[in-house]
């Protein structure tokens, strides 16, 4: 089971990045697939979750009408499309299997001026 972030970056104010997360080794389209994060000195946080079908999504409050989860089950990819950044998005971003328990290695990004 592999997860693999890309897409991660620096980027201003009010700005955007979509998160990919490549997923191979078990049943993608039967995985409900969540994306969390960590900033320097905070517990890792939930920020958005997708059912297997994507059909159903979630997301914290701190994001929500600003990111938006996906998922293209045919490319075995969960992705996680960030607009309007904010100084406080800044953390390693994380994409999680549920079913199987498996942590992506993480990727960066960075909201400055």
């Known amino acids: 089971v592999h997860l693999v972030e890309s897409g991660g970056g620096l980027v201003q104010p009010g700005g955007s990045l979509r998160l990919s997360c490549a997923a191979s080794?078990?049943?993608?389209?039967?995985?409900?697939m969540r994306w969390y994060r960590q900033a320097p000195g905070k517990e890792r946080e939930l920020v958005a979750g997708i059912s297997n079908t994507g059909g159903s999504t979630t997301y914290s409050d701190s994001v929500k009408g600003r990111f938006t989860i996906s998922r293209d089950n045919a490319k075995n990819t969960v992705y996680l499309q960030m607009s309007n950044l904010k100084l406080a998005d800044t953390a390693v971003y994380y994409c999680?299997?549920?079913?199987?328990?498996?942590w992506g290695q993480g990727i960066q990004v960075t909201v400055s001026s």
């Open positions: 999680y299997d549920h079913r199987t328990a498996t």
């Open positions: 080794g078990f049943t993608f389209s039967s995985s409900y």
